[in-house]
């Protein structure tokens, strides 16, 4: 990261924890807004489109106002993007939800063997990020809740949860012991933590600090219309 914000190109995608990392960065926008794709209000749904907002490109450390189509075809193996996961698995994979028919940016990256960053909860650890992915595709299932969208099994990610985080900016050790709660705890994450006292008290006393961000607005969602799709093999 360094090194590419002094020069290169960095691109943070689209996603609401990106708003989190734009936040660091200098940069605020409207974290409801800070993707296409979302869950929300009880279903797979999808941003309207005049509310989108992103992703934002950077070049040489500076925003930019290069496309970022234009910016991807420009990528090599020194760049980096930063993206958001759906889910994340203890073998360090991560799998994205996509709409996109294509499966989005995904692809370039990996061609090109640019770094992707992805940042993502403990909350959203599943079994089998690659077990997932045999049961996913954008119209592979009969019913569903909301919008269809595919999910891209990615195995060269460099994942960073709670864990990596905390082990970056502290040097503690944490460890998943539990998840999930209710009137306000909901998705919360439970970490045990170890080390000398005062590297502790410092990854406690961040773990505090982080607490009370506001609520996420409700987001204008597209309809949800889908026709039945036949499809002859």
Same mark, same amino acid.
């Given at each position: 990261?360094?090194?590419?914000?002094?020069?290169?190109?960095?691109?943070? &995608?689209?996603? /609401?924890?990106?708003?989190?990392?734009?936040?660091?960065?200098?940069?605020?926008?409207?974290?409801?807004? *800070?993707?296409?794709?979302?869950?929300?209000?009880?279903?797979?749904? !999808?941003? #309207?489109?005049?509310?989108?907002?992103?992703?934002?490109?950077?070049?040489?450390? =500076?925003? $930019?106002?290069?496309?970022?189509?234009? *910016?991807?075809?420009?990528? !090599?193996?020194?760049?980096? &993007?930063? =993206?958001? *996961?759906?889910?994340?698995?203890?073998?360090?994979?991560?799998?994205?939800?996509?709409?996109?028919?294509?499966? +989005?940016?995904?692809?370039?990256?990996?061609?090109?063997? *640019?770094?992707?960053?992805?940042?993502?909860?403990?909350?959203?650890? #599943?079994?089998?990020?690659?077990?997932?992915?045999?049961?996913?595709?954008?119209?592979?299932?009969?019913?569903?809740?909301? &919008?269809?969208?595919?999910?891209? @099994?990615?195995?060269?990610?460099?994942?960073?949860?709670?864990?990596?985080?905390?082990?970056?900016?502290? +040097?503690?050790?944490?460890?998943? /012991?539990?998840?999930?709660?209710?009137?306000? $705890?909901?998705? !919360?994450?439970?970490?045990?933590?170890?080390?000398?006292?005062?590297?502790?008290?410092?990854?406690?006393?961040?773990?505090?600090?982080? =607490?009370?961000? @506001?609520?996420?607005?409700? @987001?204008?969602?597209?309809?949800? /219309?889908?026709?039945?799709?036949?499809?002859?093999?």
């Amino acid at each position: 990261m360094k090194r590419v914000l002094d020069k290169g190109w960095f691109i943070v &995608s689209r996603g /609401v924890t990106m708003a989190y990392v734009l936040d660091e960065l200098g940069i605020h926008v409207e974290k409801q807004n *800070a993707t296409a794709g979302i869950i929300a209000c009880g279903r797979l749904a !999808s941003i #309207i489109e005049d509310d989108r907002l992103g992703p934002w490109v950077f070049r040489d450390g =500076k925003l $930019s106002e290069t496309p970022p189509d234009v *910016a991807l075809n420009q990528f !090599s193996h020194t760049d980096v &993007s930063i =993206k958001g *996961a759906n889910a994340a698995d203890s073998e360090g994979h991560v799998g994205v939800l996509a709409a996109h028919p294509a499966g +989005g940016i995904w692809p370039v990256l990996t061609a090109r063997g *640019a770094h992707w960053i992805a940042p993502v909860s403990l909350e959203r650890l #599943i079994p089998s990020v690659l077990e997932a992915s045999r049961y996913t595709g954008n119209y592979l299932h009969n019913y569903v809740m909301g &919008s269809v969208a595919g999910f891209m @099994p990615i195995t060269t990610a460099l994942v960073v949860t709670e864990i990596q985080a905390l082990g970056r900016l502290t +040097g503690v050790k944490a460890v998943h /012991v539990a998840s999930g709660g209710v009137a306000g $705890s909901e998705g !919360s994450v439970i970490l045990a933590l170890e080390g000398d006292d005062e590297t502790v008290r410092t990854a406690f006393e961040l773990c505090q600090s982080v =607490k009370g961000e @506001p609520d996420i607005p409700e @987001p204008n969602l597209l309809d949800y /219309v889908r026709e039945p799709v036949e499809v002859t093999l």
